[in-house]
């Protein structure tokens, strides 16, 4: 069955970086767009960015674009997010998220936290 299981939260201070990992298993990874959302507390899921699976089509929302890079390595069916610039208005739980024969799939979520 479809599995994604996000890493790489964690607590980081304002102007930091981070790198959240996306392991996916159970559907031939390269072949869907995936996608990272976000979820912060007291506020609705918001989409992130996502990579088609050949990876030349990128979308980023507004609050991600020239701070956020989002990547995949099909060798190693892993989606990445690398995150800079961050600002206490990133923290929230990070989410791995791919549409598969018209059903939708989550990980768990990794939490990010930008605090000083």
């Known amino acids: 069955q479809v599995q994604l299981v996000e890493s790489g939260g964690g607590l980081v201070q304002p102007g930091g970086s981070l790198r959240l990992s996306c392991a996916a298993s159970?559907?031939?990874?390269?072949?869907?767009?995936m996608n990272w959302y976000r979820q912060a507390p007291g506020k609705e899921r918001e989409f992130v960015a996502n990579?088609?699976?050949?990876?030349?089509?990128?979308h980023y929302a507004d609050s991600a674009k020239g701070r956020f890079t989002i990547s995949r390595d099909n060798t190693k069916n892993t989606l990445y997010l690398q995150m800079s610039s961050l600002k206490p208005e990133d923290t929230a739980v990070y989410y791995c998220?791919?549409?598969?024969?018209?059903?939708?799939?989550w990980g768990q979520g990794t939490q990010v936290t930008v605090s000083s």
């Open positions: 159970g559907f031939p990874f390269s072949v869907y767009t």
């Open positions: 990579i088609e699976g050949t990876g030349p089509v990128i």
């Open positions: 998220y791919v549409r598969r024969n018209y059903v939708d799939y």
